[in-house]
């Protein structure tokens, strides 16, 4: 092949992968310190940090301002989100991770899907345990734990950090959720449920 195609093709294959590479915004100055522990693509760290990317934007909103009222604890946290001085950087750094992709989900599961569910944890996923008066989590999570506005996404969220939320719910270290319902739901939950629970969502991929 002449020299001069080849250079031909070089460029119009490399021009086809620019076309379908994803498009990520530019990360604001907000964000950037943000990046330390989430990462550039918001996927987060087990252990460190939770999935940011895909969440609903107004959830993180609520939540960034939540650790700036001391309705959630976390030293790292309260002084990182101190550097976001005005809601408008709030506003920034909430739309910027809410625009990252999130792993995407496949058969997804809805509520009432299957109406024999054996696994424990899946059972409360979707049927809940009305004895104990707890919702299905899907009722507000959404199918498959994909978040509705106002409710995180846990699909694919770390297990640590699902566990170490729900724990803090139960012993009263978080709040600030309305009607007080999660910290009503967790109190009724055992150890081992939360770590079930957790390790199912962490699990769909």
């Known amino acids: 092949m002449p020299m001069k195609n080849i250079f031909r093709s070089i460029i119009g294959l490399s021009a086809l992968l620019l076309v379908q590479a994803p498009a990520f915004s ?13 990462g550039t693509a918001g996927l987060g760290t087990p252990n ?7 969440m609903d934007k107004d959830y993180l909103v609520e939540q960034i301002n939540h650790f700036k009222n001391g309705n959630r604890k976390n030293p790292s946290m ?15 750094v909430a739309a910027f991770f809410a625009s990252l992709p999130a792993p995407t989900i496949s058969n997804i599961e809805k509520r009432g899907d299957n109406v024999i569910i054996t696994d424990p944890a899946r059972k409360l996923v979707y049927q809940g345990d009305w004895t104990r008066n707890i919702p299905a989590c899907a009722t507000c999570h959404g199918p498959s734990g994909l978040g509705v506005a106002h409710f995180p996404r846990l699909a694919s969220q770390h297990a640590d950090y699902i566990s170490n939320q729900l724990t803090a719910w139960q012993n009263k270290k978080r709040t600030g959720d309305k009607n007080n319902v999660m910290a009503t739901i967790a109190q009724q939950l055992t150890a081992s449920e939360i770590q079930h629970l957790a390790q199912y969502f962490a699990a769909i991929k």
Do not use: D, F, R, Y
Not at 30 to 38: G, P, Q
Not at 85 to 91: D, F, G, H, L, W
């Open 26 to 38: 530019a990360t604001p100055p907000a964000a950037m310190v943000c990046e330390s522990c989430h």
């Open 78 to 92: 309260t002084s990182m989100v101190m550097t976001l001085a005005t809601p408008e950087s709030v506003q920034q």
């Open 48 to 54: 460190l940090a939770p999935m940011l990317a895909g």
